[in-house]
């Protein structure tokens, strides 16, 4: 919201459908009564592509490789682009489709264009050199809004830790 009070864009990259399907229902509830454009791209949602190419939209939320195809039609949207944020960034490495989120980054970073970049993780193994290679700097917080627990069910039994708690 911030960089649509700017005269600006933002872009909400995600990997899934069903994310990009909660963050613009979401978005819409909270921002559409300001009169900000919420905009969505995924394979199953296409009415939003051609204001999404053309700029007309303030929040664009798109799956990996819809933001990738929107690269490859007009680089420079990027122009107006102030945030670029990057759920799941974790999927870079992911063999089927790490390449698709590389590629759109590759795309970025040499653009000549410079959108702030949020790149988002939970599970990220080598977050500093990632942070490296997008220019970024690294923030870590290691509190989970969202209790996480790991277990293991084993003869009927679940044993677990938390993630916060450390129980």
């Given at each position: 919201?911030?960089?649509?009070?700017?005269?600006?864009?933002?872009?909400?990259?995600?990997?899934?459908?069903?994310?990009a399907?909660?963050?613009?229902?979401?978005?819409?509830t909270?921002?559409?009564?300001?009169?900000?454009?919420?905009?969505?791209?995924?394979?199953?949602?296409?009415?939003?592509?051609?204001?999404?190419?053309?700029?007309?939209?303030?929040?664009?939320?798109?799956?990996?490789?819809?933001f990738?195809?929107?690269?490859?039609?007009?680089?420079?949207?990027?122009?107006?682009?102030?945030?670029?944020?990057?759920?799941?960034?974790?999927?870079?490495?992911?063999?089927?489709?790490?390449?698709?989120?590389?590629l759109?980054?590759?795309?970025?970073?040499?653009?000549?264009?410079?959108?702030?970049?949020?790149?988002?993780?939970?599970?990220?193994?080598?977050?500093?050199?990632?942070?490296?290679?997008?220019?970024?700097?690294?923030?870590?917080?290691?509190?989970?809004?969202?209790?996480?627990?790991q277990?293991?069910?084993?003869?009927?039994?679940?044993?677990?830790?938390?993630?916060?708690?450390?129980?």
């Amino acid at each position: 919201v911030a960089a649509v009070f700017k005269r600006k864009k933002a872009l909400f990259v995600v990997p899934l459908k069903s994310i990009a399907e909660e963050r613009h229902a979401d978005f819409r509830t909270r921002y559409a009564g300001l009169g900000i454009r919420i905009a969505i791209s995924t394979s199953d949602r296409k009415e939003y592509d051609a204001d999404l190419e053309r700029g007309r939209f303030d929040i664009g939320i798109l799956v990996y490789e819809k933001f990738n195809q929107l690269l490859v039609k007009n680089i420079d949207l990027l122009a107006s682009v102030d945030l670029l944020l990057v759920d799941e960034v974790q999927m870079i490495s992911e063999p089927e489709r790490g390449w698709c989120l590389e590629l759109a980054l590759l795309k970025v970073l040499n653009s000549g264009y410079q959108p702030q970049i949020i790149a988002l993780s939970a599970v990220l193994s080598d977050a500093v050199l990632l942070a490296q290679w997008l220019g970024c700097r690294l923030l870590e917080d290691h509190y989970r809004p969202v209790e996480l627990r790991q277990g293991v069910l084993w003869n009927g039994q679940l044993r677990y830790r938390e993630f916060n708690g450390r129980n």
